[in-house]
């Protein structure tokens, strides 16, 4: 396997969270992969100033002046990545959620739909829960192909992270993206995001057009369950006729 994977870490500190990404990178490499750990908290990146007009209109982002359109694309030139973050007060670290407002062009524009990911979380109590619901939702909204969650928690913590755990995102690098089986929160906002494009229009919509989604079911061709297929077009109707 000759791939670049992305490890992303989102503690400022280089402890718990970052000691497992070396763990995963080892796993990653001994499987023939080649792999970089980008430390968030060395990185300028400014918080989100909500310039939809930039960003959802032009597929741009006003903010110049920082390090964040060079993350940007090194994940885009990556062929998987891994999120990561310790829980901060139930949630993710400042530094990550910072980097996520500024992922929001991807939401609307999703140039990575289809890459792999693999998410990690650290606690010494609570809060795992709530962490890896926003971090799944936010590469939900990328279009990503997820490889699964590594959770680590009190005690757990110094358990090593096994290659088992990380089989599915091993998986899916090796894998093309037409054996994918997107859930159906994946699919209900894939829909969500085509009608933002349709209502938005300008950049947005050309994004999509260039794309040829705006008559398709999902990014790419996978194996969508029937019904879910018939459910997410009906979804579309529902939710395009709340908003015109």
Not at 54 to 68: E, R
Not at 215 to 225: M, T, V
Request: net charge positive; aromatic share 10%.
């Amino acid at each position: 396997m000759s791939k670049k994977v992305l490890l992303v870490n989102g503690s400022p500190r280089k402890q718990n969270t970052y000691g497992l990404l070396i763990q995963i990178g080892e796993i990653l490499e001994r499987s023939g992969a080649e792999t970089e750990i980008l430390n968030l908290s060395e990185l300028q990146i400014k918080a989100c100033n909500g310039c939809d007009e930039t960003c959802i209109h032009n597929m741009g982002c006003n903010t110049k002046d920082d390090d964040m359109a060079s993350v940007l694309e090194k994940i885009k030139n990556s062929d998987g990545f891994v999120l990561s973050s310790p829980v901060y007060l139930r949630g993710v670290t400042s530094t990550f959620k910072a980097f996520a407002d500024r992922t929001n062009v991807w939401f609307h524009n999703p140039e990575i739909a289809g890459k792999p990911v693999l998410l990690l979380a650290t606690t010494e109590s609570t809060g795992m829960k709530e962490t890896m619901a926003f971090m799944d939702s936010l590469v939900t909204g990328f279009g990503a192909r997820k490889g699964g969650s590594i959770a680590r928690v009190g005690k757990a913590m110094g358990e090593p992270v096994t290659e088992k755990e990380l089989s599915g995102f091993l998986s899916l690098l090796e894998k093309d993206r037409s054996g994918y089986k997107p859930a159906m929160n994946e699919l209900i906002i894939f829909v969500v995001q085509k009608i933002l494009a349709l209502k938005f229009g300008d950049g947005n919509k050309q994004f999509w057009e260039e794309k040829g989604w705006i008559d398709k079911g999902y990014y790419y061709p996978c194996k969508i369950n029937p019904l879910k297929k018939l459910f997410s077009k009906f979804m579309f109707r529902v939710i395009s006729n709340s908003m015109k």
